[in-house]
């Protein structure tokens, strides 16, 4: 039996880019930024961060882009991904990134228009949108979210 499953909590680095591919599907990336405590050998307190790529696909990219910002906490669960390719250079480039399936907002409202607290996930009984399975064709509100 193999497994491939991530799940983070982090706080966004940069605003999510939204784009649609040819095919007219949209796709999110951001960064995901990771941070690990301890007490060294010394009773100092160390810190280790770490930097992941995110991406997101169909409405749970547009729901991403739409409500997340830099520095937004986040829950982000899915799969490593490896993709090659060449870059303008003609040097073969390789990049590892996390291809979001479920996420969950964990910051608080905000004041203003387009700040909510919900869960997206593909499998849960909460407000859902999945990145792989259900397509939801109406824009999310703020006033349609029951928490």
């Known amino acids: 039996m193999d497994l491939n499953k991530v799940m983070l909590i982090g706080r966004l680095t940069r605003d999510p880019e939204l784009r649609n591919i040819p095919s007219g599907q949209s796709v999110?990336?951001?960064?995901?930024?990771?941070?690990?405590?301890w007490k060294g050998s010394d009773g100092q307190k160390q810190e280790q961060v770490e930097f992941h790529n995110i991406v997101l696909w169909a409405r749970l990219a547009e729901v991403a882009?739409?409500?997340?910002?830099?520095?937004?906490?986040?829950?982000?669960?899915?799969?490593?991904?490896?993709?090659?390719?060449?870059?303008?250079?003609?040097?073969?480039r390789r990049t590892t990134e996390i291809v979001g399936e479920n996420m969950i907002m964990l910051d608080g409202p905000r004041t203003g228009a387009g700040s909510v607290?919900?869960?997206?996930?593909?499998?849960?009984?909460?407000?859902?949108?999945?990145?792989?399975?259900?397509?939801?064709?109406?824009e999310v509100k703020v006033?349609?979210?029951?928490?």
């Open 28 to 37: 999110t990336s951001f960064g995901l930024a990771t941070n690990r405590f």
């Open 65 to 92: 882009s739409q409500y997340l910002r830099k520095g937004s906490r986040i829950y982000v669960e899915g799969r490593l991904q490896t993709r090659d390719w060449t870059g303008q250079d003609g040097a073969p």
């Open 117 to 138: 607290k919900t869960g997206l996930s593909s499998d849960s009984g909460a407000p859902t949108a999945s990145a792989s399975q259900e397509v939801i064709e109406e």
């Open 143 to 147: 006033e349609d979210i029951p928490f």
